[in-house]
C-alpha cells in the first residue's frame, strides 16, 4: 500500500506540463495581437503616404492638363487617375489587403487658381489575419484607417512644366 501511494503522489514532470499549457494559451493571443497590430500599423503608414503623395500628384497632373489646354473635366479626371495610381502603387509596396477608397477634391479656393489645393482622403479597410472569408464577412473582421492629405497648388506651380 504504501508503494501505491507513493506512485500516486509521484508528480515527476508535472511543473514542465503546466509550463508548456500556460505559454501556449498565453503565447499564441501574443503573436496574433503582434501580427494583428502590425499589419494595421503597415496601413496606417501606407494610407498616411499614400494620401499626401497622391494629393501632390493630383494637383501637378490637373496642372499639367490645364497647361495642356484641357477643360477643368480633363484636368480633375486625370488627377483622380493619378491619385488612384499613387495610392495603388503605395499599398501594394506596403502589401495591404484590403479594398480602398479614395476621393479627390478641392479646398474651398477651387483646384486651380492662386490659393488652391487638393485634397485627397484614402480609407482601407485592413482584414485581420487568420480569419477566413464568409467568418470576416459576418462579423466585418476589419480594421478602417484613412487619412487626408493636402497639396497647396501655388507651392506646385512652378514645378510643372508649363513654366508658370
Known amino acids: 500500500m504504501s508503494r501505491a501511494r507513493a506512485l500516486s503522489r509521484d508528480d515527476t514532470g508535472a511543473a514542465l506540463v503546466e509550463f508548456l499549457g500556460v505559454t501556449v494559451l498565453m503565447l499564441v493571443p501574443i503573436v496574433y495581437a503582434v501580427l ?16 499626401r503623395t497622391a494629393a501632390r500628384g493630383a494637383a501637378l497632373a490637373a496642372l499639367d492638363e490645364l497647361d495642356r489646354g484641357g477643360s477643368e473635366q480633363t484636368a480633375h479626371a486625370a488627377a483622380v487617375e493619378r491619385a488612384s495610381d499613387v495610392v495603388s502603387l503605395a499599398l501594394e ?5 484590403g479594398l480602398h477608397d479614395l476621393v479627390v477634391g478641392c479646398g474651398d479656393a477651387g483646384c ?49 512644366g508649363g513654366g508658370r
Open 93 to 97: 509596396d506596403f502589401a495591404v489587403r
Open 36 to 51: 494583428a497590430v502590425g499589419q494595421v500599423q503597415a496601413a496606417t503608414y501606407a494610407v498616411e503616404g499614400a494620401s
Open 112 to 160: 486651380g487658381g492662386p490659393g488652391s489645393e487638393v485634397v485627397v482622403e484614402v480609407e482601407v479597410a485592413v482584414p485581420l489575419p487568420g480569419i477566413p472569408g464568409p467568418i470576416a464577412d459576418a462579423i466585418s473582421a476589419a480594421v478602417p484607417v484613412s487619412a487626408r492629405g493636402t497639396a497647396q497648388v501655388d507651392l506646385l506651380t512652378g514645378v510643372s
